[in-house]
């Protein structure tokens, strides 16, 4: 029987966060493996509500209270490092709070850990739930991550992650800035399953255009290398092919490959591995649960 601690942080969002427990909790019944949940509370300003909820299945959830905000990933980072250094485990699957990623595909990642115990298991979007335009914006983010660095990359931070890959993890300065661009660089013999992303519990989604940019271009991030290799390459075919039609129109492209290389180089500033090692000093205490 594998140990499988999964990692929620939460900013504020307490009754999504018990409604996914909840959830989890049936999902877990029948597949016979130790589940605990580690909750990282990112300094909400809201208090948690009292918890009265009976967990039949889970073993044991806490909650590591921060006294900074640090964000979703650096969240994700310290939960994998609090994980590795204080708790007894097989393996670490983070998920979001708020219900979009979905309870009921933890089964899909244990079935298929099942089948490949020592691979990274990545649950690769298959359909989403937003609107029109934030999907045209996610597939243009794909698009333009795959040409710019040559990486695919279809999985958020809904992922099953062995202990060997954990402790890769932790020791990666890109962790820090990018979960999913971490795993990408570190992981290039994964496994998947399908993934539908779910809807919100309560409240709209608290993805924004900014946000979704940001997120693309931390990943483009840790591949920067690649990045201004093929810029370079890219504004020389470009350049020569327009030499003798230079017009402000045409000059467009290249005035964004540029934004683009500077936006990225300073998202890559980042990356730090001693705030990184130094990330479990913002914990404020550890509640537990159960």
């Known amino acids: 029987m594998s140990k499988i601690k999964v990692l929620i942080p939460i900013y504020n969002d307490w009754k999504s966060a018990f409604k996914l427990l909840e959830d989890i909790d049936l999902q877990i019944d029948n597949l016979y493996h130790e589940f605990s949940i580690i909750i990282i509370n990112d300094h909400s300003n809201e208090e948690r509500p009292i918890n009265d909820f009976n967990f039949n299945n889970l073993k044991s959830i806490k909650i590591l209270n921060m006294k900074k905000n640090k964000g979703h990933t650096r969240c994700n980072a310290s ?64 698009y333009l991550t795959f040409v710019f660095t040559g990486q695919s990359i279809r999985f958020g931070n809904f992922i099953c992650l062995p202990k060997f890959a954990v402790n890769k993890m932790i020791k990666e300065k890109a962790t820090w800035s990018s979960f999913s661009g ?9 496994k998947s399953v399908p993934s539908i992303r779910g809807k919100r519990f309560f409240g709209p989604s608290k993805m924004s255009f900014i946000k979704l940019l940001k997120h693309s271009l931390s990943i483009i991030a840790v591949f920067k290398m690649t990045l201004l290799i093929r810029s370079i390459f890219f504004l020389i075919a470009y350049l020569f092919l327009i030499i003798g039609n230079l017009s402000l129109i045409t000059l467009m492209p290249v005035i964004g490959i540029i934004i683009m290389m500077i936006s990225v180089i300073i998202l890559s500033q980042r990356e730090s591995i001693l705030e990184f090692e130094n990330s479990l000093e913002n914990i404020h205490s550890v509640d537990e649960l159960k």
């Open 79 to 142: 939960g994998l490092r609090y994980i590795a250094e204080h708790e007894d485990y097989d393996y670490i699957i983070p998920m979001d709070g708020d219900g979009e990623d979905r309870a009921e595909e933890i089964t899909l990642l244990i079935n298929k850990v099942n089948d490949y115990p020592d691979k990274v298991i990545t649950a690769n979007r298959i359909k989403r739930s937003e609107g029109f335009f934030f999907k045209l914006c996610y597939l243009l983010h794909k």
């Open 182 to 190: 971490a795993v990408a660089k570190l992981f290039k013999d994964r």
